[in-house]
C-alpha cells in the first residue's frame, strides 16, 4: 500500500514515498516560514495519502523511572502523572515498559521520553491537520532503534549504538537489551573529512558520562557498534583501536539493511533509509501521536474498512448472484432435456398405437370390465376370515378340540343398507345385478379332551366356546350337539361308578356369519 514516510530534523523536513516495495524521496522543506509554506502547498497538490512522521531531533529527553506493579486504569493513572512530572511543558510524551526490579517491591521499570522543543513539530502538524492528512503517528528514530539492535545479536552487556544520518551521529546506550538513552549530535558544523573525529571525541564524552553516572561500572567494558558507510571504516579502524575497554565493531548499512531482511535497489550511504523501510513495513503505535493530530487517521481507518465491507457485500452478491444464474441454466437445460424425452416418448407411443391392430373396445370398456373383475373378486365368499374368528376362539379353550368342519355359502342376501354411500368412485354392486357377499355357515365337531366322565365341565368348556364365539356382532352362535343332553325331552341314565374310557364327550356348534 503506497504512503507517505516525513522524516524531520532540526534543519529540515524531507518527504519520502513508499510504494510498497520501494522508497523514493519527494521533496525536502528547510524549517523556516518559507518551508512550512511550501510545505503546506505540497499537500495542497499531492494526494491525500496515509503519513506518518519520523523525528529526529536534538531536543528529545530520555529519563528511566520505576511506578508501582500495579494494571489496568491505575497504570495509566500513573504513568500520566509520571510523564506529567518530568515533563510539564510538552504534550509529546512516551512511555516504554522495559520488565520489572529484581528485588524489592519488584516495580515496574519504564524509559520516560519526550520532545522537549514543542514549537519545531507545531507548524508541520498545523498543515497536516488543514489539508486533513491522515497521520498514522509521529515516531521516534531513538525509540526505532531497539529494533535495529535486536538484529545485531548485541548480547545484554553495556552497547553504545552510533547510527550515521545525512544530518547527524546518534548514540543511544543500550544495557541488558533495553534502550536507556539516546542523544543527537548535529554535524552541520563538521566538514565530512572530519567525521571520524567527530567519532572519537563523541564516544570518548559519552563513556565519561556513563561512568560518571555510574552507567558503566569502572573497567567494564562496553562495545561500541558504528554504523557507517564502508568508506568511512578504513579510517575509523586506524583511529578506534580496541582496548580492554572498548571493542569497535563496524556495519555497513548495506549489511544492516540485509539483517533487518530489507531490499533496496542501490545500497545506502545512510541510515535514514533503514528506519524510514521499517516504518513503512513494521510500524509499531505511535509514539508521541496527539488524539486531534490522528484523527484524520482514525476517520480514514474507518473509510477503509467501510469499503473493504463494501466490497466483500458486493462480492458476496456477485458471486451469489452468479450461482444463481448458473442454476438457472442448469434448470433449463434440464428442462429442454426432459422436454425433448417427452417429445421422444410421445413420438414412440404413437408409433407403437400405429403399429398396433385395430381394437373393438374401446378403453372406457375396457377399464368398465375391469371395475367389475375387482368388483366381484371383492364380493366373492371367503371363508379366511371366518375361520381366523373360529380359531382365535379355540385357542381361548384349549380344552376342546376340533375334529371337523363343514363351511358351505348360502344363497340369497339380506337387503343392502338404504343409507350406505360409496367411499370410491366406483357404482354399488348392487347396480349392476351382481349381489353382495353371501352369508356364509360353519358346522364345527368336536370333543372335550380330557374328558374324565366330567360331564359339567364338558358342558362348561363347550358354553364358554359358544360365549366367546358370540362376541363377534356379525356371528350367529348356536350349540346343536351338547356334550350332555339337557333338554327337557331327554331321558338322563347312567351307572355308578363306571369309568368307560371309551366314552367321549362330543359337540356340534353350528355358526352363521353376515359379512
Not at 488543514?130 to 538484529?151: E, N, T
Not at 541510515?271 to 509514539?287: D, N, V
Request: aromatic share 8%.
Amino acid at each position: 500500500m503506497r504512503k507517505r514516510l516525513l522524516y524531520l530534523t532540526n534543519i529540515r523536513l524531507t518527504s519520502f514515498m513508499w510504494d510498497g516495495k520501494a522508497l523514493s524521496e519527494e521533496a525536502a522543506f528547510e524549517n523556516d516560514e518559507r518551508g512550512w509554506r511550501m510545505f503546506s502547498d505540497f499537500l495542497a497538490d499531492a494526494d491525500n495519502l496515509p503519513a506518518s512522521l519520523l523525528t529526529d531531533l536534538i531536543e528529545e529527553d530520555f529519563q528511566r523511572d520505576a511506578i508501582p506493579h500495579v494494571m489496568g486504569k491505575a497504570r495509566r493513572t500513573f504513568l500520566q502523572r509520571k510523564l506529567g512530572q518530568l515533563y510539564r511543558e510538552t504534550p509529546y510524551t512516551h512511555a516504554s515498559f522495559q520488565g520489572r526490579e529484581k528485588e524489592g517491591r519488584k516495580d515496574d521499570r519504564f524509559l520516560f521520553s519526550a520532545i522537549t522543543n514543542v514549537e519545531l513539530p507545531k507548524p508541520w502538524l498545523h498543515a497536516l491537520l488543514r489539508h486533513k492528512v491522515p497521520l498514522a503517528g509521529i515516531y521516534s528514530f531513538a525509540l526505532l532503534s531497539p529494533l535495529l539492535f535486536d538484529r545485531l545479536d548485541a548480547g545484554d552487556g553495556p552497547v553504545l549504538l552510533l547510527t550515521h544520518q545525512a544530518g547527524g551521529l546518534r548514540q543511544s546506550y543500550f544495557h541488558d537489551g533495553r534502550l536507556r538513552f539516546s542523544r543527537l549530535t548535529p554535524l552541520a558544523e563538521f566538514s565530512f573529512d572530519s567525521f571520524t573525529d567527530v567519532v572519537v571525541n563523541e564516544t570518548t564524552k559519552t563513556r565519561q558520562f556513563l561512568a560518571s553516572t555510574r552507567q558503566l561500572a569502572r573497567g567494564e567494558r562496553i562495545d561500541i557498534i558504528i554504523v557507517t558507510a564502508a568508506d568511512n571504516v578504513a579510517e575509523l579502524r586506524q583511529r578506534c583501536e580496541d582496548t580492554q575497554d572498548a571493542w569497535y565493531h563496524f556495519v555497513d548499512p548495506e549489511e544492516a539493511a540485509g539483517r533487518l531482511r530489507l531490499k533496496f535497489g542501490e545500497a545506502p550511504r545512510f541510515c535514514e533509509p533503514l528506519f524510514l523501510s521499517l516504518l513503512a513495513q513494521k510500524a509499531p503505535a505511535g509514539h508521541y501521536a496527539l488524539p486531534e493530530s490522528s484523527r484524520f487517521y482514525r476517520l480514514w481507518q474507518a473509510r477503509i474498512a467501510l469499503y473493504t465491507l463494501s466490497a466483500a457485500a458486493l462480492a458476496g452478491g456477485v458471486l451469489s448472484a452468479s450461482a444463481s444464474s448458473w442454476d438457472a441454466y442448469e434448470a433449463s437445460q434440464e428442462i429442454r432435456r426432459l422436454e425433448a424425452e417427452t417429445r421422444s416418448s410421445d413420438a414412440r407411443y404413437q408409433a407403437l398405437i400405429s403399429s398396433m391392430p385395430a381394437i373393438v373396445a374401446n378403453a372406457n370398456d375396457m377399464k368398465l370390465a375391469v371395475d367389475i373383475n375387482r368388483m366381484l373378486a371383492r364380493n366373492a365368499p371367503e371363508p379366511a376370515p371366518l375361520l381366523r374368528i373360529i380359531g382365535k376362539a379355540f385357542d381361548s379353550v384349549p380344552q376342546l378340540q376340533l375334529n371337523r368342519l363343514h363351511w358351505q355359502a348360502k344363497e340369497g342376501d339380506a337387503p343392502a343398507d338404504p343409507g350406505a354411500v360409496a367411499t370410491d368412485a366406483q357404482p354399488p354392486a348392487a347396480m349392476l345385478g351382481i349381489p353382495r357377499p353371501p352369508q356364509q355357515a360353519v358346522i364345527l365337531e368336536g370333543e372335550v379332551t380330557p374328558f374324565n366322565n366330567d360331564y359339567r365341565a364338558a358342558l362348561g368348556h363347550v358354553q364358554q366356546l359358544a360365549a366367546e364365539l358370540g362376541k363377534n356382532k356379525q356371528l350367529q352362535v348356536a350349540i346343536s350337539r351338547a356334550p350332555l343332553d339337557t333338554s327337557p325331552a331327554s331321558t338322563l341314565q347312567g351307572q355308578a361308578g363306571s369309568s368307560d374310557a371309551t366314552v367321549r364327550a362330543e359337540f356340534a356348534l353350528k355358526l352363521v356369519w353376515k359379512p
